[in-house]
């Protein structure tokens, strides 16, 4: 069952109970922080990460959350529970001023998933990233919809398209290569802001996290003689610290734990071992004339290289420093890829319509998959390998349990979408699947219709789909902001604090169905700038389409982050009408109608996407600091824009 449904179904049981009204918990009078029902005790706990108990929160720093479950008569852990919880202004509806609400009635109406209706911190939302052709990245809430018609919750806008894109270790940062500014771009992925962008040599192309989360290393496909190999990110002090020449050609990177890193030098015919520590390169090793991918087994302890024109994965001992085994398929091998518990290798090849399985156990070819079309990318859940086909829409699933001797693995497939992948020309080296938060579930983007679709493990269709918001979609990610069992019983997740003041924390289980909040304070932070940066914009009734030529009112209310109060009294506020697929940009003056709401008419002449960016120059506020929107501007009848906006 669908997670917000499964916790909709449980909060309508227990308010037709009268639950949350008729002390569906009992506390302790002695601890605040603690609740208990039907047998199960909830103790609640936050503070600054790795304080002592009882230091104050305060604004604008991290926190940790926690709850504590276990079982009232033996004090043992619940483990295996799935809480929800919400974090938000006490008695005020999603930040806003002037709509107090009852803890109980906040949490019915969050998880209505409605616009303008959310808590400041969500314990249990995740957002899907879809990264663009164009320079942006397209954030999307799969469980808000705005009048029924979009969750575009915010566009990234980048200096130039991004090539590859990877994760921090604790979600709370985005890595963007591109190639065309010589750049990697750090996000804020919290707040879905740019916060740094960092030279990474001439043409950055492939991003690999080490796994302590302390570098980042780049590929850097410099053409220029001796120049090609590895940018590395001190991911602190976000400086590059290291440039490691390791040869010609495109470059992929898997890294050995946290001592060796692998590049291949797809021109050189060479991977390149460096010690992951003292960032030294250490030997280059012949593995076939076109290294085309290379991937790290934890279970086999050692490194897959797949050869584009021989057909052949060597397998690399990172301790000798040598090919061990070399393992026959065919001519045409693309990438290769481990499953996630690191026993299976999956190596697919377009020319052989074929997927090839090595069992890292034995360092031998398991199975070769054939296929009824080209595959170009494989991505894995826990039960299934996802297989994108070049020249279809479908995508092939492989059940990792059919796998092994004398078994005959069990394909299966869906279509998502309505044409082939190849018809929307360049292709992102980024996965075009990504697993969804907390479900057997996955996202999966459509470059030829720029739709994302949305497949629930066990159907037989996409259950539902994200449209391009004017932009030709190519890779997606996931970011999960979801409450995680870090031991048996204890569930937790961590916060930035947004702004000092009280907070309700709402806490609900299905089962046993317990509905409670918490309460916490959060002090000033004397370090946080006062200037008007403090400050955030809220749109008011603003239409998703408008026909082109058309006066459109563009309402907003200015607020400090603070307070929540209005900010009046700025004479300065505009509008910048921007075409997402570039040309001239167009401002109005916003005058304020009162109460901190501006309101500015604008008349977009082009039609097509178009981003409404807020700047105050009295306030140092420059366009895309403040939240924006989009609108789709639509052409007469007749006449066709493109690609469609929101969906």
Known sequence: MNRTLSLTLSLATLLAAGGAGAAPSTSDPGDAGRVVRDGVVVDFSIGPPGAAPGAP???????????????????????????????????????????????????????????????????????LLVLNQDASVSVIDPVVSMTGNTSLFTTIVLKRPAADWTKGLDQKRLYLSLPKAGE???????????VATIPAGVEPMRLALQPDGRHLWIGDDDRAPGKGGV??????????????????????????????AFVTNRDAGTVTAIDAQKLEKVKDIATGPLPISVAWSPLSRSVYVADGKTGVIAVIDPSRLAVTARIETRPGLGPVRFTQDGRWAFAVNPAAKTVFVVDAAENRLAHAIPLDGQPYQVSFTRAFAYVRLLDSEQVKMVNLLSLGADRKPIVQGF??????????????????????????????????????????EGMNAPMGSFGGYGHAARAVAVVDRSLKEIEPGVYAGKVRVPVAGRYDV??????????????????????LSRDGRSLTAEFIDLPLRTPRGSAVPVRFRLLDTRNRKPRVGLGDVRVLVSAASGGPREE????????????????????????????????????????????????????????????
Not at 108 to 117: D, K, M, P, R, T
Not at 508 to 525: G, K, M, V
Not at 613 to 636: D, H
Request: hydrophobic residues 45%; charged residues 20%; negative net charge.
């Open 415 to 456: 279509g998502a979408g309505t044409g082939a992948p190849k018809v929307a020309g360049e292709l992102s080296v980024a996965d075009s699947v990504a697993q969804a938060a907390n479900e057997a579930a996955v996202f999966v983007v459509n470059p030829a219709d720029s739709n994302t679709y949305f497949y629930m």
């Open 588 to 647: 109005a003056a916003a005058v304020e109608v009162g109460d901190g709401v501006y309101e500015a008419r604008i008349v977009p002449a082009q039609a097509g996407a178009h981003y409404l960016f807020i700047s105050i120059p009295s306030q140092r506020m420059k366009p895309n600091e403040l939240p924006f929107r989009g609108i789709l501007v639509e052409a007469p009848a007749g006449r066709k824009v493109g690609r469609a906006g929101p969906t």
């Open 57 to 127: 929160l305060v604004e604008g720093e991290y926190a940790d959350v926690r709850f504590r479950m276990t079982d009232a008569a033996s004090g043992r852990a619940v483990p295996g529970l799935r809480p929800a919880a919400w974090m938000d202004m006490s008695g005020v509806v999603g930040g806003k001023g002037g709509e107090q609400r009852a803890c109980k009635d906040k949490v019915a109406l969050y998880l209505q998933g409605s616009v303008g209706i959310r808590p400041m911190v969500d314990l249990n939302s995740y957002y």
């Open 506 to 527: 709402a806490f609900l289980l299905d089962n046993p169905r317990i509905l409670h909040c918490f309460s916490a304070e959060a002090q000033d932070n004397p370090a």
């Open 231 to 260: 940018n590395v990110l001190d991911t602190e002090a976000l400086k590059v610290v290291a440039s490691i020449p390791t040869g010609a050609g495109h470059h992929e990177i898997a890294l050995a734990g946290d001592r060796m």
């Open 184 to 194: 990697v771009t750090v996000v804020d992925a919290e707040t879905f802001k740019v």
